[in-house]
């Protein structure tokens, strides 16, 4: 028993660690991570603002409506976008200072690693995202009397969980290829979103695509974010969305530490740690 | 209970040839580590000898749970490193050539973080940061600059310490002074040394210093491309071949030259 709490204060303390440096990394970048929210606000802009070009070219819509949509998908995509950056940079990054084989020597589970980095890329990846969805609703000065943010928080909260499965499966590709790894997770980010109706409805889709949305958690994500802002809907009213995200999540954050250890095994058998190996 | 068991340790890569045979690039076989035995008492220090590429890395990094071996086995105070390796992780720590850290981060902040993963929380490591930085002869006043602005003799000193804040009872350098200027590299084995008689740990060195082995170590190692030909006193190995200084012996025992490095590094391609 007492040797049981021992271990597990030693995992929390683990667990803060990953917290700690990930808190350091981003104070010490700082104006990057400025410089990069101002490329975050500028590519949202791009897309929110094809909403007022389809009303220029006279096009119907409802201005508003639809200029939403597109934001919640933009934010939805820079939100992705830093969960999964944070998770591939567990192993990239570290890679790149050498620090990698120090990590991994260290008396840590990897799941505490891989979690410890994940609930930092969530909990930096909510402000981040939230900030960017203030800053360009205030810009085109976009209303949205109905909206139910408790629930749009809850809903982003929900599919963090998948997304950081997801995350930890695409962490393992720079420990297979050093130079490209990393590229492959943008990847993997885009073939996610493309099927999970970011900037238009599912049905749009061909067929195939339907059928891969559905095992998207990034549909339901979106899907649940758009019911929740736009038309204010209650978490009961979202369960058909969030059931399928807890789902998703409790098979995907197992699956992608079983696929993250498979990879650390390789790399440990290959002498792939170490950049020369 | 030996500090370090290791018994008939096999390691080996494959390596892609440049040139291709029938469109595919042929796959050699390098072997780092061939049939690899010896003990280590508690309390010993070791120095193991060899030139690049003779796999001193590949035996630190497979001791130190980095690496799987391919064949044999190796037991940390009784622990299997493949079977057991938290509890041989918990015991062990490692000061590479490298003295890799985040770079923008200060020497405190990666004190820190490092230290948190061996289960030390911020309450300890507030103090024993300042004093075991004070210990390896970093000035204090430094500690919040960031790596990047420190001369590579004080990386290798945060170094020293980031492996001393966790108390461990194997202490694997794995040349730990190569590029130092002279100063430092004595303050570093001064460190060592200190470490070795004071804290009751057990230290394996692989260098290719061999005045440092000599000078640090019980016994010395001689290994000559992936295999452990010999581990004898210093004084011993000189006596076995009738020679005067440890180099002689090194080319007796080989029969080649401590210089000749960069040939064998490229043909075996295995780790430095």
Not at chain 2, 82 to 88: A, G, L
Not at chain 2, 153 to 168: D, I
Request: charged share 20%; glycine share 8%; with cysteine.
């Amino acid at each position: 028993m007492r040797e049981a709490a021992a271990t597990m204060r030693h995992e929390f303390i683990g667990l803060y660690g990953m917290l700690e440096r990930n808190w350091y990394l981003i104070k010490r970048y700082a104006w990057w991570e400025v410089a990069f929210f101002f490329w975050t606000a500028a590519n949202t802009l791009t897309i929110v603002f094809i909403a007022k070009g389809v009303v220029a070219e006279g096009g119907t819509v409802n201005l508003d409506r639809l200029t939403t949509i597109l934001l919640i998908g933009a934010v939805i995509w820079s939100y992705l976008g830093i969960v999964f950056e944070l998770l591939i940079e567990t192993v990239a990054w570290e890679r790149w200072e050498g620090t990698i084989e120090y990590t991994f020597m260290a008396p840590l589970t990897r799941a505490v690693h891989l979690l410890g980095t994940g609930l930092f890329a969530i909990g930096y990846g909510i402000v981040r995202a939230s900030i960017v969805f203030a800053a360009i609703a205030a810009f085109f000065g976009l209303h949205m009397p109905n909206a139910n943010f408790a629930t749009a928080v809850v809903l982003l909260a929900v599919a963090s969980i998948s997304f950081v499965g997801i995350g930890m499966m695409t962490a393992v590709l720079p420990l297979i290829s050093p130079e490209k790894g990393t590229q492959f997770g943008y990847v993997a980010q885009g073939l996610m979103l493309v099927v999970s109706g970011v900037y238009y409805p599912v049905s749009v889709l061909p067929e195939f695509m339907q059928w891969l949305a559905k095992i998207s958690p990034a549909t339901y994500a979106l899907r649940g974010e758009r019911s929740a802002i736009l038309d204010g809907a209650t978490i009961g009213s979202v369960w058909g969305d969030l059931w399928p995200m807890l789902l998703i999540g409790v098979i995907s954050v197992p699956l992608g530490i079983w696929v993250f250890r498979r990879g650390e095994l390789h790399a440990k058998r290959h002498g792939k740690l170490k950049r020369s190996g | 209970m030996f500090a370090v068991e290791v018994n008939n340790l096999r390691k080996e890569f494959f390596r892609r040839d440049a040139t291709r045979t029938h469109m595919r690039r042929r796959r050699r076989r390098v072997a780092a580590l061939e049939g690899v035995t010896f003990t280590m008492e508690r309390g010993e220090c070791v120095a193991i000898l060899g030139q690049n590429g003779s796999g001193k890395s590949t035996l630190v990094r497979l001791l130190s749970t980095l690496l799987l071996p391919d064949g044999g086995s190796a037991r940390i105070f009784g622990h299997d490193v493949v079977k057991e390796s938290r509890p041989v992780q918990r015991l062990v720590n490692r000061v590479s050539v490298e003295a890799s850290f985040f770079k923008k981060m200060s020497s405190e902040e990666n004190l820190a973080y490092a230290a948190r993963f061996y289960g030390i929380p911020p309450s300890v490591t507030k103090t024993a940061i300042p004093e075991i930085l004070e210990r390896v002869g970093f000035p204090a006043g430094r500690r919040h600059e960031p790596m990047e602005n420190l001369s590579r003799g004080m990386q290798q000193k945060v170094a020293l310490a980031r492996a001393l804040l966790t108390s461990p009872v194997l202490l694997l350098l794995d040349e730990p002074t190569t590029g130092l200027d002279p100063r430092s590299k004595l303050e570093v084995q001064d460190f060592i040394r200190d470490v070795w008689t004071s804290h009751d740990a057990t230290i394996l060195l692989c260098t290719h210093d061999l005045r440092e082995a000599e000078v640090l170590a019980d016994r010395v190692g001689i290994l000559d491309r992936g295999r452990l030909i010999a581990l004898d006193p210093a004084e011993v190995l000189k006596e076995q071949h009738d020679v005067e200084t440890l180099e002689e012996a090194f080319f007796a025992a080989t029969g080649r030259a401590f210089e000749e490095e960069e040939d064998e590094d490229a043909e075996r391609g295995v780790f430095a």
